[in-house]
């Protein structure tokens, strides 16, 4: 059973950075592209960022330059580096292995204050 693990999130002003990490555990594809997607209560969860195998990244036009998805040494590990953060990044972030049907890990909280 592979399972989705979102930590490094919490409480930061604006203009203040946090690093997010994801690990996927137990037996998985290494070869998977992976994603980072955010949900604020009430609302659809929205894409955030994706990183491929190759090491590519496409990033939603809201974070574009001020976040950085990136691949660990394991495979199945990203980390998403989020710098000048705006309360409007308030959320819960989660990961997700792209094209799979691992299920949505718990994700980890994000606060932005002003």
């Known amino acids: 059973q592979v399972q989705l693990v979102e930590s490094g999130g919490g409480l930061v002003q604006a203009g203040g950075s946090l690093r997010l990490s994801c690990t996927a555990s137990?037996?998985?594809?290494?070869?998977?592209?992976m994603g980072w997607y955010r949900q604020v209560p009430g609302k659809q969860r929205e894409w955030v960022a994706t990183?491929?195998?190759?090491?590519?990244?496409a990033y939603a036009n809201s974070v574009k330059g001020r976040f950085t998805l990136s691949r660990g040494n394991a495979k199945n590990t990203v980390y998403l580096q989020m710098n000048s953060l705006k309360p409007e990044d308030t959320a819960v972030y989660y990961c997700?292995?792209?094209?799979?049907?691992?299920?949505w890990g718990q994700g980890t909280q994000v606060t932005v204050s002003s």
């Open positions: 990183v491929t195998t190759s090491g590519s990244t």
């Open positions: 137990g037996s998985i594809d290494s070869v998977n592209a």
């Open positions: 997700k292995i792209v094209g799979s049907t691992v299920p």
